[in-house]
């Protein structure tokens, strides 16, 4: 059985996080081009896993653009790695501080995986929250 590992990270307080499978990589997705939601006093508090920071993120054209590349990749790689009989595949996405969009994007990569391969296994880390 295939297991995703998905990450969510901050590049100044922790940096990328390392892959402790024998596979020694993974994929690494910067999140720090779309608008970060923490400018904005209602969002501070708050992380990608709060309504009023996801129907914002899900309002972001950016986002959902670099999600829709996103999974076509990773539907790639995964299809690969079925086929190479691996069994571990590791994905990070960074931004400043590793609470908004890196948590979002992480939580949704989590869920379309989840919702399409019925024989992957995901672990979902968020480092900074």
């Given at each position: 059985?295939?297991?995703?590992?998905?990450?969510s990270?901050s590049?100044?307080?922790?940096?990328?996080?390392k892959?402790?499978?024998?596979?020694?990589?993974?994929f690494v997705f910067?999140?720090?081009?779309?608008?970060?939601?923490?400018?904005?006093?209602?969002?501070?508090?708050?992380?990608?896993k709060?309504?009023?920071?996801?129907?914002?993120?899900?309002e972001?054209?950016?986002?959902?653009?670099?999600?829709?590349?996103?999974?076509?990749?990773?539907?790639s790689?995964?299809?690969?790695?079925?086929?190479?009989?691996?069994?571990?595949?590791?994905?990070?996405?960074?931004?400043t501080?590793?609470?908004?969009?890196?948590?979002?994007?992480?939580?949704?990569?989590?869920?379309?995986?989840?919702?399409?391969?019925?024989?992957?296994?995901?672990v979902?880390?968020?480092?900074?929250?």
């Amino acid at each position: 059985m295939l297991t995703v590992r998905i990450f969510s990270f901050s590049y100044i307080y922790n940096g990328i996080p390392k892959d402790e499978t024998p596979n020694g990589g993974g994929f690494v997705f910067d999140c720090r081009f779309i608008y970060n939601p923490g400018k904005k006093d209602e969002f501070k508090s708050l992380t990608g896993k709060d309504d009023a920071v996801i129907k914002f993120l899900d309002e972001n054209s950016d986002m959902q653009n670099m999600l829709d590349d996103v999974f076509d990749i990773i539907d790639s790689a995964v299809q690969i790695y079925f086929e190479r009989n691996f069994t571990n595949l590791m994905i990070s996405f960074g931004c400043t501080g590793g609470q908004h969009r890196s948590v979002y994007a992480a939580e949704k990569l989590n869920d379309y995986l989840a919702n399409k391969y019925s024989n992957i296994n995901t672990v979902l880390t968020h480092i900074n929250i």
